[in-house]
Nanobody, 127 residues
Framework: VQLVESGGGSVQAGGSLRLSCAAS????????MGWFRQPPGKQREGVAA????????YYADSVKGRFTISQDNAKKTLYLQMNSLKPEDTAMYYC??????????????????????WGQGTQVTVS
């Protein structure tokens, strides 16, 4: 599975961005798909994930209520709608995928080492 992110950019605090992750094949069933971010000099952290088999979604506490993860099966695309952005949201954002069960996704959703497929990243800068 090849993943290509887009939609990053520079925005003022309080603004919004929508990130997209286009997949090279259908991942509408049986995949755990996540959005991760890596601020400069820091470790990669998970911010949102979705189990495409059942639609369960998961969010890090730092983004809960502000970010929304969704998928468009017809377009083979994963989205991350980011609202009320803060300077601390500044990071390189990556999407990732792994074929998995729902239980596996629930357990390992924010563990970057458990994902097999990664995009190249898209930069988000909030000032």
């Amino acid at each position: 599975v090849q993943l290509v992110e887009s939609g990053g950019g520079s925005v003022q605090a309080g603004g919004s961005l929508r990130l997209s992750c286009a997949a090279s094949r259908y991942t509408y069933s049986g995949y755990c798909m996540g959005w991760f971010r890596q601020p400069p000099g820091k470790q990669r952290e998970g911010v949102a994930a979705i189990y495409t088999g059942g639609g369960s979604t998961y969010y890090a506490d730092s983004v809960k209520g502000r970010f929304t993860i969704s998928q468009d099966n017809a377009k083979k695309t994963l989205y991350l709608q980011m609202n009320s952005l803060k300077p601390e949201d500044t990071a390189m954002y990556y999407c990732a995928a792994i074929a998995s069960s729902g239980g596996y996704c629930a357990t390992w959703k924010f563990a970057p080492g458990q994902y097999h497929y990664w995009g190249q990243g898209t930069q988000v800068t909030v000032s």
